[in-house]
Each structure stands twice: as structure tokens, then as C-alpha cells.
């Protein structure tokens, strides 16, 4: 059985950081692409940035670019997503998702977390 878990959120206050951890479990990931969404109160789920599991290939939103990094620890079966310099407007659910056919559109992912808070304080 797949499971994603995520965790590292949590309340800080604007231009601080946070890093999220994705323990992902139940099968190999060597041909997916992991990703980070998030979703705030009224809003869609929107892309944050995704890494290929083999290549370490990464993409961002241009939103984040600049700010977000995300990495993979192979052995660890981890993704990581570093957010520095955090805005309000960074505040959502956090979302850690795989996908087999890569891309930013959340219905191509396959698995999903259960997500984790993240609220950045003006």
C-alpha cells in the first residue's frame, strides 16, 4: 500500500523558513515524479514544484521560484521542500503527491498525502 506522509509545517512568521518532509513508502519510485501542491481556503490546488525521482530533474511555479527547493534523499525515500523567505500569501495545506507521467496538473498524480499546514504570520 502507497503512503505519502508529510510533515514540517507549522505557524512562522513572514521572511522565515520551514522545510517539509514527504516519507513516501509501499513501492518503488524510481520512474515517478514527485510533487508539492497546496491548496488554500477557497482556492484550487495549485502546483508548488516537482523533482523526477531517478534524475532529480526539478520545476517550479513561478511563484515560489527563487524561494522553494526541493530535493530527494534516495535512501531516506524522502522528498524535501526547503521554503525560505515565506510570504502570507505562501499560507495553504501543503501536499505531497507522485506521479508516473510527471507534469504541474493535479489529476495526473497517482498518490497524494494527507497534507500538512503551513500558515506564515504578516
Known amino acids: 500500500q502507497v503512503q505519502l506522509v508529510e510533515s514540517g509545517g507549522g505557524l512562522v512568521q513572514a521572511g522565515g523558513s520551514l522545510r517539509l518532509s514527504c516519507a513516501a513508502s509501499?513501492?518503488?519510485?524510481?520512474?515517478?515524479?514527485m510533487g508539492w501542491f497546496r491548496q488554500a481556503p477557497g482556492k484550487e490546488r495549485e502546483f508548488v514544484a516537482a523533482i523526477s525521482w531517478s534524475f532529480g530533474t526539478t520545476y517550479y511555479a513561478d511563484s515560489v521560484k527563487g524561494r522553494f527547493t526541493i530535493s530527494r534523499d534516495k535512501v531516506k525515500n524522502t522528498v524535501y521542500l526547503q521554503m525560505n523567505s515565506l510570504k502570507p500569501e505562501d499560507t495553504a495545506v501543503y501536499y505531497c503527491?507522485?506521479?508516473?507521467?510527471?507534469?504541474?496538473?493535479?489529476?495526473?498524480?497517482?498518490?497524494w498525502g494527507q497534507g500538512t499546514q503551513v500558515t506564515v504570520s504578516s
Open positions: 509501499g513501492r518503488t519510485f524510481s520512474t515517478y515524479t
Open positions: 503527491a507522485a506521479t508516473r507521467v510527471g507534469g504541474r496538473a493535479p489529476e495526473t498524480y497517482d498518490y
